[in-house]
Structures are given as C-alpha cells and as structure tokens.
C-alpha cells in the first residue's frame, strides 16, 4: 500500500510503500511518548525503505534517543520547522523504516486488534484502552510487526 505522509506546516512530504499499514502497535515507552505520543503513546507503521521518497529534506532533523545513557542508532526524523515526528530509521534493519501514523494523510486501515507494548513505561495518567482482542505486554511482544500483519492475513 502506498502511503503519503507530510508533517504539520508541510515543509515535508514522503511516500513509502508499505506492507503493513495497519496502525495496531501502541508505544508507551518514554522515547515515543515524549517524542510522538500525545495520547502517551505512539503508532508505527512498517515501510520499505527502498521506496521512500521525500521532499522538503533539507528541512529533516533527526534525533538519537539515549537509552541507559548509550545514544541508539536509531533515527527519529522530525520537520525542524513545526517538530511532526515523520518516521524512524534504524541502520540495524537497513530495509525497514517506520513512519509514524500521526505523520500518514493517506487513509488508514482500522486494525482488527491492536497490541499494547512496554506498557511497564507508561506515564501513570494513562488508562489504556484496551479492546477485547487486543493483547498487552510489559516488553516487547515476540510477534514483529511483518507477523502480526502475515498471521492476520493484512499484507498488502
């Protein structure tokens, strides 16, 4: 599936195609939660990164989380103009890429679960709302994102 993202002010515009669009992974970690999660969580999607595209980079800024005082390789990309975080990028998994769902304009479709993960970071406001298929962990879940879409039958 094609998706089309854009941040705020529209200074910045991609594409990527996407294998795994369906927004069902709730982030409570603190790096997406102060970074992208307004709701105390953030959303990603799974691309291919040979396919992204983007105009208006000049205008990408990109951020290293420190996790246990080690700066992570991993790339979050946010517009230096109005701050939209945009999508993260790991050298780790070359092939991959994540934009956030906030970022996405293209519509999305509506997961039949969603999956709750580092739940053991979430800000002590939050009330998750959990659906009655959805699942939740403390971690990471053992599923990937390619699996959960693959084992649901939602690649696209």
């Known amino acids: ?7 705020h002010c529209g200074a910045v515009r991609f594409q990527v195609d ?11 970690c603190s790096i997406c939660r102060k970074t992208a999660g307004g ?6 999607l799974g691309g291919r990164y040979e396919t992204l595209s ?21 790339e979050r ?16 998994w070359p092939e991959l890429v994540h934009p956030f769902a906030s970022a996405i ?3 999305l479709p509506v997961p039949p679960e969603r ?5 053991d970071s979430k800000a002590s406001w939050i009330e998750p709302h959990v659906g009655p298929h959805d699942q939740c962990f403390s971690h990471y879940p053992q599923e990937s994102l390619a699996e ?7 690649v696209r």
């Not at 294998?19 to 409570?28: A, K, L, M, T, V």
């Not at 709701?39 to 990603?44: D, K, Q, T």
């Not at 999956?115 to 739940?119: A, Q, T, Y």
């Not at 959960?148 to 939602?154: A, F, T, V």
Request: charged share 15%; with cysteine.
């Open 39 to 44: 709701g105390g969580y953030a959303i990603n």
């Open 18 to 28: 996407s294998p795994h669009p369906y927004p069902y992974q709730r982030c409570y």
């Open 115 to 119: 999956v709750h993960l580092l739940l």
């Open 1 to 7: 599936m094609l998706l089309e993202g854009s941040c």
């Open 54 to 74: 983007v105009e208006g980079g000049e205008q990408i800024t990109i951020y290293h989380a420190l996790i246990e005082g080690e700066e992570s390789p991993g």
């Open 148 to 154: 959960w879409h693959e084992r649901l039958g939602l």
């Open 77 to 92: 990309h946010f517009c230096s103009r109005c701050g939209s975080a945009l999508w993260v990028y790991d050298p780790r």
């Open 105 to 107: 304009d293209t519509p």
